[in-house]
């Protein structure tokens, strides 16, 4: 699976910005699509993520400003980032997990390479 990221770029604190990850690769259909963020130097952290069941998980830190969306039919997953901060400045990383590919085998845990926000006072 390959997972192109983009969207990401310099923002003023208080603005906002959405990002997007398209899977591609043979994939059918995705049960698990996320974000997450790394700092350099710290561990790489969740944003958000969301299930083909409709659940979703936001981290402390975004929740009521970043919301997490999916189209199944594009394999594409959107994160809309409102109301940013300086502390939302780093990379941000999609993920696909459970993956059913062309075939009916399933492949898990994949990453895109990650796309730069950087949040300006």
């Known amino acids: 699976v390959q997972l192109q990221a983009s969207g990401g770029g310099v923002v003023q604190a208080g603005g906002s910005l959405r990002l997007s990850c398209v899977a591609s690769?043979?994939?059918?259909?995705?049960?698990?699509m996320g974000w997450y963020r790394q700092v350099p130097g710290d561990v790489r952290e969740l944003v958000a993520s969301?299930?083909?069941?409709?659940?979703?998980n936001y981290a402390d830190s975004v929740k009521g400003r970043f919301a997490i969306s999916r189209d199944n039919a594009k394999n594409t997953v959107y994160l809309q980032m409102n109301v940013v901060k300086v502390e939302d400045t780093a990379i941000y990383y999609c993920?696909?997990?459970?993956?059913?590919?062309?075939?009916?085998?399933?492949?898990?845990?994949?990453w895109g390479q990650g796309t730069l926000v950087t949040v300006s006072s």
């Open positions: 690769g043979r994939v059918l259909s995705i049960d698990a």
């Open positions: 993920n696909t997990d459970r993956v059913v590919r062309v075939g009916g085998w399933t492949s898990y845990n994949h």
């Open positions: 969301t299930t083909t069941g409709g659940a979703t």
